[in-house]
């Protein structure tokens, strides 16, 4: 049996799709060394011994050209035009892909090897994710690159669901909105999963803090976060907690662009932090992180994260799809929902009434909350049965 699986991000890295598809990696090497199966992995993670090495790396180059040619990830094109025959030589029984970019990948294995199983981790819808990408840019250049990341994702997209033997989705909203966008395929007949976001281990928090903290995470390059965190600091922050004593913002995350930058000098209680090693030295225990997230596809991995860190959570929505189990076993008002400026608030208020006990019962919550549905052990024993099943 050989299984190979491929992927476009550095399954090492540390953004969301890394994340994402780190877990994907982990079941897959634990489940083919207990078989005794062969596993390979394209991917940027050129050192990892199970490589299949590729020797490109991404750029501002090679995104443009693979989508001007109709691909919507460059590694679809560069795969396609240089590896393929070595994919053919390791003849796949399966092949797990970490997202539905590669229509052109996935189409050439389908027709070279009819009875070879394919399994599409739906990370993003990946054409919703493209609104939030481009959420802001509705004019000039930005959006004639909107248009056209659109119509190449769709297209791929397409193809990846049409060829695909089994889809594996973080949410039920994710599921419906592959059928609903993507209806001429009869996905019926697809063997279709749910598996939320997991993330490797809790996260310990050893910072003490003598104020209480609410901490945002993301990337501060991608619009739907820098829309939120700015409407955070203009309709509820700066309003009503700035120059306030006894509680601190928190804002971390990769490439902030200037207009959070901008807002943030402004404030007299509030830290960005842009280069960090990981989040657990820069965030202190019983913080609380807020998730105004207004627009988005798949899972927040923020939230995710927080619960690993035994910390509380204040989000929308939006920010909460896909933590439906976590939501129903919160005892302590921990996982608060919130939807408008006023609502934040509230939640905000209630967080600066809890004492140290209250906050200890909501790391012990979590940190069980987030074990149970979030983690390894979780998404490794559901990923086995889901690796046997498409064997059968």
């Not at 679809?76 to 994919?87: G, H, Q, T």
């Not at 609410?214 to 203009?234: K, M, P, Q, R, W």
């Not at 842009?274 to 030295?281: G, I, R, T, Y």
Request: charge should be positive; proline fraction near 2%; glycine fraction near 4%.
């Amino acid at each position: 049996m050989n299984v190979l699986l491929i992927s476009d991000n550095y399954i090492s890295g540390y953004g969301g799709g890394s994340i994402s598809e780190k877990k994907f990696f982990v079941a897959a090497k634990k489940w083919t060394e207990e078989n005794k199966y062969n596993f390979l992995v394209i991917s940027p993670d050129n050192y990892l011994s199970e490589s299949l090495k590729c020797n490109f790396n991404k750029n501002k180059k090679s995104d443009i050209i693979s989508r001007l040619l109709g691909y919507s990830s460059y590694y679809d094109y560069f795969i396609s035009n240089k590896i393929i025959k070595r994919i053919f030589d390791y003849r796949p029984d399966i092949v797990i892909f970490g997202r539905s970019r590669f229509g052109k990948t996935v189409s050439l294995i389908r027709k070279r090897f009819a009875d070879c199983k394919i399994i599409m981790c739906m990370e993003n819808v990946e054409y919703d994710y493209v609104d939030g990408y481009f959420s802001m840019q509705r004019i000039g250049l930005s959006f004639l690159k909107k248009t056209l990341e659109k119509h190449v994702v769709i297209k791929n997209e397409k193809k990846c669901l049409k060829f695909a033997t089994s889809i594996i989705y973080f949410s039920n909203r994710d599921k419906d909105r592959t059928n609903l966008l993507y209806d001429s395929i009869d996905l019926s007949k697809k063997k279709e999963y749910i598996l939320p976001i997991c993330l490797e281990k809790n996260k310990t928090l050893i910072t003490e803090s003598s104020v209480k903290n609410v901490v945002f995470t993301g990337s501060l390059n991608y619009e739907s976060n820098i829309h939120a965190i700015c409407s955070f600091i203009d309709n509820i922050w700066r309003k009503k907690y700035n120059f306030v004593g006894g509680i601190h913002l928190i804002i971390a995350g990769k490439s902030p662009s200037n207009d959070i930058k901008k807002r943030i000098s402004g404030l007299s209680n509030c830290a960005l932090y842009e280069n960090f090693d990981s989040l657990e030295k820069i965030i202190p225990k019983y913080s609380i992180l807020v998730a105004p997230i207004e627009k988005g596809t798949g899972m927040k991995v923020k939230v995710a994260e927080a619960l690993s860190m035994g910390i509380g959570v204040i989000a929308s929505d939006e920010a909460l799809v896909g933590y439906e189990e976590a939501v129903l076993n919160d005892k302590l008002d921990s996982i608060m929902r919130a939807n408008s400026i006023e609502e934040f608030e509230i939640c905000l208020d209630k967080f600066l009434t809890y004492d140290i006990n209250k906050m200890k019962l909501i790391e012990k919550q979590n940190t069980s909350i987030f074990a149970k549905y979030f983690s390894y052990e979780r998404s490794n024993y559901s990923l086995k049965r889901i690796f046997d099943e498409n064997i059968l």
